[in-house]
């Protein structure tokens, strides 16, 4: 009788060493063809060139304690974070809450409870998203008011020309993005409508807005607003200056809708009137969640936009987050000579910037009279007297006739 033989699979072999593990990553990632391993050397060498360096100058040999440029100038080789430390209520909150330490607590309890607000939007699986968003965009603008202008409940008011830093630019940029946001809902809407007139003046309040620079809507509301009121009516200037960065940026906001809007498919709208449902029910519960949802990316970008264009403000006498950490830096404690023209030629040396760009425009003047019409001697800057000819009346023979 015959051995009956039993199929015995062989145990399944390793895979080559060569393709798991960090070799194997790194072969794939960062050395999978010859542009990425040099991309990949060219990164590690500006690394490890740059960054250790930085890193000894920004925080291993910087200065963190003192009170004035001292202590920087004793230790020259690292970073001067004294400055941060000594006028960081000033850079943050501007100069009247950073000259009344008593009233810290208020710009402090904001920017806590604002935090504490978005933070947990940001998480996929935060419950009550619903009424955390209310509270951020309903009931946060309402605690600022109180608590950092005052005024009521016993706090006393605070002067708003004296705002400044980090928290002017962040109610500047929120009230912005807080109102601009449903104004520029209502506009694409408009600009879309079947009704001639509404779209027509959505279509010149759009184009009008969006055809005119910022720091020009932020001068007329300040300078020239003012003049159209009756004697003794007046607005805040941190008030206008909301008012045209909101008018401003509700019709770049508007664009972004209208162009959310126009990528819903007809079908739609068709799919919706078929059902019945009237103008509103079917804007507001089918196409405009889809279009918001698809100008997602616009809408965010026009609010990056108008964050940064709140250092427009500066024009109009008010110190954002950047330039009030320049006017810090320029104080007389913290600046080598405070009268000199390389450091501060736009801000504290007007009359010599001026004097200097003066007297190039003489010497610019001077060299091109002598080149165009007076070669052979050098015309003077200042205007001869009457009855003498001018330099700049005279005029070089043409080239057919120089030979003459």
């Keep these: 009788m015959s051995e009956v033989k039993i199929f015995v699979p062989a145990p399944d072999r390793s895979p080559p060493s060569n393709t798991l593990g960090p070799i194997a990553w790194l072969r794939e990632n960062l050395f999978g063809s010859i542009s990425s391993s040099i991309a990949t050397l060219l990164f590690f060498y500006l690394f490890f060139s740059y960054v ?40 943050l909150f501007g100069l009247y809450f950073a000259s009344k330490p008593e009233e810290l607590w208020r710009p402090t309890l904001i920017f806590v409870l604002f935090f504490a607000l978005l933070l947990p939007l940001l ?66 809407l408009g600009r879309r409508s079947e009704m001639p007139v ?54 770049y906001t508007a664009e972004a809708v209208r162009g959310g809007l126009a990528a819903i498919p007809r079908g739609q709208a068709e799919a919706a009137m078929a059902l019945g449902l009237g103008y509103w029910r079917r804007t507001v519960f089918i196409t405009l969640p889809q279009a918001l949802k698809i100008s997602i990316p616009s809408i965010v970008n026009t609010f990056i936009a108008l964050f940064k264009d709140t250092s ?79 330099c700049s009346s005279r005029r070089r023979s043409p080239w057919w006739r120089a030979s003459s």
């Design 198 to 251: 509404i779209r027509s003046i959505c279509v010149i309040y759009i184009e009008f807005w969006r055809g005119t620079p910022l720091i020009t809507i932020l001068f007329m509301a300040s300078v020239m607003l003012p003049l159209f009121f009756p004697a003794g009516v007046e607005f805040d200037k941190v008030v206008r200056a909301m008012i045209g960065i909101t008018m401003f940026q509700s019709a």
């Design 123 to 188: 998480f996929e699986r935060t419950p009550g998203k619903k009424w955390l968003s209310i509270a951020l965009l309903g009931v946060f603008p309402v605690v600022f008011y109180f608590i950092v202008y005052g005024g009521s409940f016993g706090i006393p008011q605070s002067n708003t020309t004296q705002w400044g830093g980090f928290l002017l630019t962040f109610a500047l940029a929120f009230v912005g993005i807080l109102l601009a946001l449903p104004i520029g809902i209502l506009l694409a």
């Design 52 to 91: 250790p360096a930085f890193v000894d100058w920004a925080f291993i040999k910087a200065n963190w304690t003192g009170t004035d440029r001292s202590v920087c100038e004793a230790n020259a080789a690292g970073a001067c974070w004294t400055f941060i430390n000594v006028r960081l209520e000033q850079i």
């Design 312 to 390: 427009l403000v500066s024009i109009i006498g008010l110190l954002d987050l950047l330039n009030m950490a320049q006017t810090a830096s320029r104080s007389m404690e913290w600046t080598d000579a405070p009268f000199s023209c390389s450091h501060r030629a736009s801000s504290t040396c007007p009359w010599a910037h001026a004097r200097c760009i003066g007297v190039w425009a003489c010497w610019a003047r001077r060299r091109l009279c002598a080149r165009c019409c007076c070669p052979t001697r050098s015309a003077s800057c200042r205007t001869r007297s009457a009855g003498s000819r001018s």
